[in-house]
């Protein structure tokens, strides 16, 4: 991929170039990277909606049966509203193919850069595949293993007649009739280990027989590999990128980028007084926000770690300054801080938050990634994710004592278990709210207080409508107050990540 | 037989003769450098030598087959064991960049040993075996060879006597040497039927449908399990051999054919015999499984799996029996003898070497050399044909 050299921000796309042979297909091995030029806005943004497409495959793959008509019929969607490849048979998609081209190259020079954003980004790249090669027609697969030279054969009508009984008996549930109508393919038996290492296969001179069914599973295969091996040599090319200084604080935060609104900036500041913090605490606050103030009641003392996660948490829920500090100043006092402590120090560094010192950045609430993967907590602090952080069987005892139930308990504990630290807090939200569908996908405890007191104040439609308009995505956070206008973190229009701004967000702490 | 009984203590004088005129380093040098192509195949080889006294030296490698000569007429190793081709020369592999240091190429193996039978044969144990037991080991090879032969389409196999008490198989195709860990690991796994170990009485279960693989072994046992159990033991001559047969299989499993009428150990193996036993097929899957647990080829996955594994190389001495490790002609696979096969003290008492009992094994080894060859070149043609060179 070329980059224009110096300020040039756009550039000229291939105009007019439209040439329909590049893509053939709608779906793609990515064996050929981009040779095209691309401006930087799109760069970024086509790298961020592929993420957000993935971010949804992961979420539906774990709350959904992988290939059911929810699954399938939500996926769709996601891929439609996102405008990428959804529909094999669509001739005319060549915007959408390019793109789904582009972005997935770019996404992998952010992903090659440790193991386990190698294994995320391969295993979601496999689930989206496999989602679009199962909605491809029998001629459409045939088309599609020519165009990636697997030129598996398929067998033929005598050759079937010879082997049929070793067929039947290789292939287990297969009768003689299902072996008659199935389209059988001669796979080199390399390629279909796992058929042949558990002898579900008939195998003849090195070629493994596979039926049509189990064809997926072995292109899968396939496409894994060439994508590690792929992932492996980007990852040696990468500090060539990375020098690039227009695309190194891209990159950098791309894999641990959160991407929706920042709830830095509130319309309804001020809507929450200081004392219905106490309950909604309990109501709205994630769990996160829930124990820091606690923690903070408690001890009448926060560490830093917790006064920046839980400050900033408040900032974003509409706290003013003033209440702010009031709200410090009340509690650190009944500690062992005096008020003129209090004044010369820690009012210091909560103005600091609310952008009214030192370089006055507005600071932005942290979002559950942030939360989730920077400054662990240790002994003394309150701060961080309890799903990440807690010991399992002490989060356990904090959910009995909130009389949640056995089973909800027991699902968010496998949630924990399988590291899915954001779906067990969905399901807390689930829990504490008592609804069956959290209705969005977390990724901001702003988010979740947002959400939370739309849907107590009865505000909140079943359905999200995707069309929002502009200017209420970046900067907004609704109040109880608020009319339902959600803003869930997957959602519509470009997020704009100002570069900037993402340089001090992970340089602030 | 050996007519002499075998002293290790004479290996020290007799191995500098075997390695002097007996050992067939030409044919062994043309193996391994597989048409010289590349030339560092032959020089990244590892060789691992046990000298006396269990001195036991790894990553040997050698310029050329002349070099390995001397160093093995040099030093005399109890035994040669032959491991993979590396991506640096082994005998240098301090001076390489760690992680740099890699198995890169090996023959596929396998390691068939009769104790691994020890649960389903009463006339030996451990490592001792006999004319009876050692049917096991025709029938292991009869299964493998097939299955690699017809359904992985493998061609140059050559099977060997490891010199004590199994059999070893060398796949050197050129393709497969390649074959990485998981593939070995899904060619064992593909072979294997008999599982469990001391705690599993029934060690084989067949499912609704036979792969085509285990009836095409199953036929293969059949035939050599009526000539084992009736022919050879001839066990409906008498009452007593019929017992000698009984008393080689185990009891649970004729306990698990008779179905269980018996509860009690102590049954009566006559009225077993009489209510259609092994001759008579009554219960045709318990039947089956039986034979497969009695019979079917037990396969050692550590050894196949591992592209850096080392065994131990075609015509080394086995240091406990003093028999050379030979190769075995698979057209004369039934007529294998185990005992027939050359001790070192017997080779070396006959004066003109070429007239030795080795001679004969070396022509098997020398066929299989050819037949790859022949291969080789055909392969080439092939290629400038359709490149049109002429």
New interface residues.
């Given amino acids: 991929m070329q980059f224009y050299r110096g300020n040039r921000l756009k550039c000229a796309r291939l105009a007019g170039d439209r040439r329909g042979d590049r893509y053939p297909h709608s779906l793609q091995f990515y064996l050929q990277p981009p040779t095209e030029n691309i401006s930087l806005s799109e760069f970024e943004s086509f790298a961020v909606d592929r993420l957000k497409l993935l971010k949804v495959v992961e979420n539906l793959g774990v709350s959904y049966l992988k290939g059911s008509p929810e699954y399938k019929s939500k996926l769709e969607m996601e891929l439609k509203k996102l405008k990428f490849p959804y529909r094999a048979l669509a001739e005319e998609d060549y915007d959408a193919r390019r793109k789904d081209h582009l972005s997935h190259f770019i996404l992998r020079l952010a992903y090659c850069q440790s193991e386990e954003l190698r294994r995320w980004f391969i295993q979601q790249e496999m689930d989206l595949f496999r989602y679009r090669f199962t909605e491809l027609t029998e001629d459409l697969i045939k088309n599609f293993l020519t165009y990636v030279n697997l030129a598996y054969n398929a067998i033929s009508k005598e050759e079937k007649d010879t082997c049929a009984d070793k067929l039947v008996n290789s292939t287990p549930g297969f009768s003689g009739a299902k072996v008659v109508d199935m389209a059988y393919y001669k796979v080199p038996w390399s390629h279909a280990v796992d058929l042949v290492r558990t002898r579900r296969i008939y195998l003849h001179d090195g070629f493994a027989f596979v039926p049509h069914q189990d064809l997926v599973a072995i292109v899968l295969n396939n496409y894994r590999t060439n994508l590690s091996k792929a992932l492996a040599l980007t990852a040696r090319s990468l500090p060539v990128v990375q020098s690039d200084e227009r695309l190194q604080p891209l990159l950098n935060h791309l894999s641990h980028a959160y991407v929706g609104p920042d709830y830095s900036i509130q319309k309804n500041t001020g809507k929450i007084s200081l004392e219905q913090i106490d309950a909604l605490s309990v109501k709205s606050f994630p769990l996160c926000m829930r124990q820091l103030h606690k923690a903070l009641r408690d001890n009448h003392h926060l560490r830093h770690g917790g006064r920046m996660q839980y400050g900033l948490f408040l900032k974003g829920i509409g706290l003013t300054l003033e209440q702010a500090l009031q709200f410090w100043k009340s509690e650190f006092i009944r500690g062992k801080v005096d008020a003129d402590k209090f004044d010369k120090g820690y009012a210091y560094s909560i103005r600091h938050n609310y952008g009214k010192e030192g370089k006055r950045t507005d600071y932005t609430p942290y979002s559950c990634m942030k939360i989730i993967l920077s400054n662990p907590p240790s002994q003394g602090d309150y701060h961080g994710c309890p799903f990440r952080h807690s010991d399992p069987e002490l989060l356990k005892q904090k959910l009995q004592s909130y009389k949640i139930s056995p089973t909800g308990i027991t699902q968010v504990l496998d949630l924990v278990k399988g590291m899915h630290y954001q779906l067990a807090c969905q399901k807390y939200f689930e829990l504490i709210h008592d609804v069956d569908d959290i209705g969005f996908s977390l990724n901001h405890p702003n988010q979740y207080f947002a959400e939370s007191q739309k849907l107590l104040s009865g505000g909140r439609e079943i359905k999200k409508e995707r069309n929002q308009p502009e200017n209420s995505q970046a900067k907004q956070s609704s109040q109880k107050s608020t009319p339902a206008s959600s803003t869930p973190s997957c959602s519509n229009t470009k997020a704009e990540i100002k570069l900037e701004e993402l340089e001090d967000y992970f340089t602030e702490d | 037989m050996a007519a002499w009984p075998f002293e290790p203590g004479s290996l020290p004088d007799l191995l500098p003769l075997y390695y002097r005129r007996l050992f067939p380093f030409g044919p062994y040098g043309r193996w391994l450098r597989y048409g010289g192509v590349p030339k560092s195949y032959f020089e990244n080889r590892e060789f691992s030598f046990t000298l006396r006294d269990d001195i036991y030296v790894r990553y040997q490698s050698f310029s050329n087959p002349q070099e390995l000569e001397r160093e093995i007429q040099k030093t005399n190793p109890y035994k040669i064991d032959i491991g993979a081709v590396y991506s640096h020369r082994p005998n240098q592999h301090n001076t390489v960049h760690m992680g740099a240091f890699q198995a890169q190429e090996k023959e596929l193996v396998f390691d068939i040993d009769m104790t691994d039978y020890d649960d389903v044969r009463r006339c030996c144990s451990s490592a001792d075996i006999c004319p009876k037991c050692w049917t096991l080991m025709t029938i292991a090879i009869r299964i493998i060879d097939r299955a690699l032969t ?5 061609r140059h196999r050559l099977w060997v006597y490891s010199g004590r008490r199994g059999v070893h198989c060398w796949v050197c195709d050129d393709g497969v040497r390649k ?1 990485s860990s ?2 070995r ?2 060619v064992v ?2 072979l294997t039927l008999v599982k469990g170990g001391e705690d599993t009485i029934k060690k084989v279960t067949l ?1 609704d ?7 095409e072994s199953l036929s293969i046992v059949e035939k050599y399990f009526e000539d084992y159990a009736l022919v050879g033991q001839d066990i409906l001559g008498s009452r007593e051999s019929w017992d000698k047969v009984l008393a080689l299989l185990p009891e649970h499993i004729l306990f698990v054919y008779c179905s269980g009428k018996n509860e009690e150990l102590e049954w009566d193996r006559k009225s077993c015999l009489s209510r259609g036993s092994l001759c008579h097929p009554g219960h045709p899957d318990k039947q089956k499984e039986i034979m497969l647990q009695y019979c079917f080829p037990r396969l050692d996955i550590n050894v196949s799996k591992g592209v850096n594994h080392l065994l131990k190389s075609p015509f080394s001495v086995h240091p406990k029996t003093g028999r050379v490790s030979v190769p075995i002609d698979l057209k004369k696979v039934d007529e294998f003898d185990p005992f027939a096969v050359p001790t070192i003290r017997c080779l070396c008492a006959v004066s003109d070497y070429k007239k030795t009992s080795l001679a004969p094994y070396v022509r098997v080894f020398e066929e299989f050399l050819e037949e790859m060859d022949n291969f080789r070149k055909g392969e080439l043609l092939r290629i400038s044909d359709s490149k049109r060179d002429f």
């Fill in positions: 017809e359904d992985f389409g493998i074959w998981t593939l690991s899904a796994e593909y499912g449908t036979i792969h085509p693989f285990i009836s």
